[in-house]
């Protein structure tokens, strides 16, 4: 069984900074791939599980240089899981924005099964 499935509980914060609790498959899809894209791989996060997550984190040993490049190939190995499960047909962009000498900002589109663009913002990438 893959642990993000379930992880976290079904909630998130509203545009006013309520709880809210997750209604649509949708809503439930984008926190699934934000959690994949923010827990760190290979560190134990949820035991038994090295395998999920991403290497994101790892961004800042690359050259910058490769950064762009890295960015595209830690995002395709944490969210492979949902290309092989369906519920995403395929990672549609990444872009990878230097806020300041060292912090990041990563924005992905992901394509779904009936062609919607599922746009996600991921904060504090590579720390």
């Known amino acids: 069984m893959d642990p993000i499935i379930n992880y976290p509980s079904g909630y998130a914060l509203n545009d006013k900074g309520n709880y809210k609790k997750w209604t649509t498959d949708k809503e439930k899809l984008r926190q699934r791939l934000m959690n994949r894209l923010i827990m760190r791989r290979g560190v134990a996060a949820i035991p038994g599980y ?27 190995e ?16 990444v872009i990878l924005n230097e806020k300041e000498a060292g912090k990041y900002t990563l924005a992905v589109a ?6 919607d663009i599922l746009d996600l913002e991921v904060p504090n990438v590579g720390t």
């Open 78 to 93: 944490a969210l492979q899981p949902e290309v092989e499960m369906g519920q995403i047909t395929k990672i549609f962009q």
């Open 110 to 115: 992901v394509e779904l099964p009936d062609g």
């Open 50 to 76: 090295g395998e999920a997550g991403s290497r994101l984190y790892l961004l800042n040993k690359e050259k910058p240089s490769q950064r762009e490049r890295r960015a595209w190939e830690y995002v395709d």
